[in-house]
C-alpha cells in the first residue's frame, strides 16, 4: 500500500496529534462555559412583557413593599405574581387614561389575568420554596440583586445547581435580620432592630452577624443542606 500521507508531513500531523488533548480541553471548557453562559441560563435576558411593569418606579420611587404584590412570599414555595386587581387599586385613579396602560384595564373589564411570561424558571425536577428562605433571613437581594432598580425584570443569577449549592455550603454569608428581608438595600449595621426586638450591636459585619443569626434561626448544617433529596424529591 503506498503511503498516503507524504514523510514531509509527518511533523505537521505530530503537531496535530499533540494538540489534540489541547482541543479536546479547550472543547470541554467551552461546552462548560457554554452551559453557564446567559444564553442558556437566561440571566440578563430582557423579556417582553404585555405591559413594561417598572420595579423601579413602584419599589424604590413610590415605596410599595414587595409583599403588597408577591403576597405569598412568606407563606409559600411561589411568590406569585399580583392580579390585575391589585394594580387597579391605583390605576383606577392614576395614569387611567394611559395607552400603556391598556392591557390592564382591557384584563379588568373581562375579568381575565394578564398573560405576564415568567422570567426565573428552575427544571421541574427540582425543589424551590421561597419561603422557607424568607423565614431564615435570606433576603430577596441574594437572589434577584437590586430589582427594586430595575426599570425591567431580569434574572440576575444563573439558577444553576452549582449557585444553590454554593449557599447552601456557606449559607452565613447570605443571612441577614428578618426585618431586613424586604429592604434590598440594606447592608449589616448596628442598631439593626429584629422583628423580635434583638438590637444589632457586635462590629456590624457579615462575617459575624451571620454567625450569629445561622444560629439564631436554626440553619443546619452543610451537610444537610446540600443532600440530594432536599432539592431532588
Ligand atoms: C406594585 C406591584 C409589585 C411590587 C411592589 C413588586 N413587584 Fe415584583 N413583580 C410585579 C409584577 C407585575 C411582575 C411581573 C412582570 C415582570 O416580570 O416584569 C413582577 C415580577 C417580579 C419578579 C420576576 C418574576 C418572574 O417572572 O420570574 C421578581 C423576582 C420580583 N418581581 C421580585 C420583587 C421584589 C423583590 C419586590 C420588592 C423589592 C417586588 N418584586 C415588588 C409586581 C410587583
Ligand atoms: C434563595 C433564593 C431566592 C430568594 C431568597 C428569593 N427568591 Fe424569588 N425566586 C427564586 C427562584 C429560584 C425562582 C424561580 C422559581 C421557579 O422555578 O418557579 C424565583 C421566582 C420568583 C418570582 C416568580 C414567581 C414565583 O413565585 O415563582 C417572584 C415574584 C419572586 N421570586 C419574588 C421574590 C421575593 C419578593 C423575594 C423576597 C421576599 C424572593 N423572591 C426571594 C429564588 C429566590
Ligand atoms: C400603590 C399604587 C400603585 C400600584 C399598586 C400600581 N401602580 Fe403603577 N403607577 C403608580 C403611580 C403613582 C404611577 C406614576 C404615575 C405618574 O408618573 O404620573 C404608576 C405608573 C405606572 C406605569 C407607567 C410607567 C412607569 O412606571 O412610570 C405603568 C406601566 C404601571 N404603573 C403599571 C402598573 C402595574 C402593571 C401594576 C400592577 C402590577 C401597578 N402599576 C400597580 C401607582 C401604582
Ligand atoms: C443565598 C443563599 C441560598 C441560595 C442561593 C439558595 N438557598 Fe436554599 N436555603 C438557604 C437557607 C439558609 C435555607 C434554610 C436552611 C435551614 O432551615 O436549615 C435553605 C433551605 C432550602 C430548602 C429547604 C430544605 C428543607 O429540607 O426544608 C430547599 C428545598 C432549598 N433551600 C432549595 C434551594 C434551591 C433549589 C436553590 C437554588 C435554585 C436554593 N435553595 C438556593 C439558602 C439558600
Ligand atoms: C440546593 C439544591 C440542590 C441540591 C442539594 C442538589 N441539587 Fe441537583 N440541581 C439543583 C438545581 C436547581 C438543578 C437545575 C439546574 C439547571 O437548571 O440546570 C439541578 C440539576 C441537577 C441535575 C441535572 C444536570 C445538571 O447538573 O444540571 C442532576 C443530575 C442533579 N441535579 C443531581 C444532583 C445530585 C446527585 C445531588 C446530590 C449530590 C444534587 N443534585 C443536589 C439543585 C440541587
Known amino acids: 500500500m503506498p ?14 496529534l499533540l494538540s489534540l488533548p489541547v482541543i479536546a480541553a ?13 444564553y442558556t441560563t437566561g440571566r440578563n435576558e430582557i423579556v417582553d412583557q404585555p405591559i413594561p411593569f417598572s420595579h423601579l418606579h413602584h419599589v424604590s420611587e413610590l415605596g410599595i413593599d414587595c409583599r403588597y404584590c408577591h403576597t405569598a412570599v412568606e ?11 391589585t394594580c387597579m ?9 394611559a395607552d400603556l396602560l391598556d392591557p390592564l384595564r382591557k384584563s379588568y373589564a373581562i375579568d381575565q389575568p394578564i398573560a405576564w411570561t415568567k422570567v ?31 426599570p425591567l425584570v ?3 443569577k444563573t439558577l444553576l445547581m452549582e449557585w444553590c449549592l454554593d449557599c447552601h455550603r456557606n449559607p452565613e454569608k447570605n443571612l441577614r435580620p428578618k426585618s431586613e428581608v424586604f429592604n434590598l438595600g440594606w447592608t ?15 462590629g456590624g459585619t457579615q462575617a459575624e452577624m451571620g454567625r450569629h443569626l445561622k444560629e439564631k434561626y436554626h440553619v443546619r448544617d452543610d451537610k444537610t443542606l446540600t443532600n440530594c433529596s432536599i432539592c431532588h424529591r
Open 26 to 38: 479547550s472543547t470541554g471548557v467551552a461546552l462548560a462555559a457554554f452551559f453557564r453562559s446567559d
Open 154 to 156: 431580569k434574572q440576575s
Open 75 to 85: 407563606t409559600s414555595a411561589h411568590a406569585g405574581i399580583p392580579p390585575t386587581k
Open 188 to 202: 449589616p449595621k448596628d442598631g439593626t432592630v429584629d422583628n423580635d426586638g434583638e438590637v444589632f450591636a457586635a
Open 3 to 16: 503511503q498516503v500521507f507524504p514523510k514531509s508531513m509527518n511533523p505537521i500531523s505530530r503537531i496535530m
Open 120 to 150: 426565573h424558571n428552575t427544571p421541574h425536577y427540582t425543589y424551590f420554596n421561597h419561603s422557607i428562605h424568607v423565614s431564615k433571613g435570606v433576603g430577596c437581594v441574594s437572589c434577584h440583586e437590586r430589582i427594586d432598580q430595575m
Open 89 to 97: 387599586n391605583c390605576h383606577q385613579q392614576v395614569w387611567n387614561g
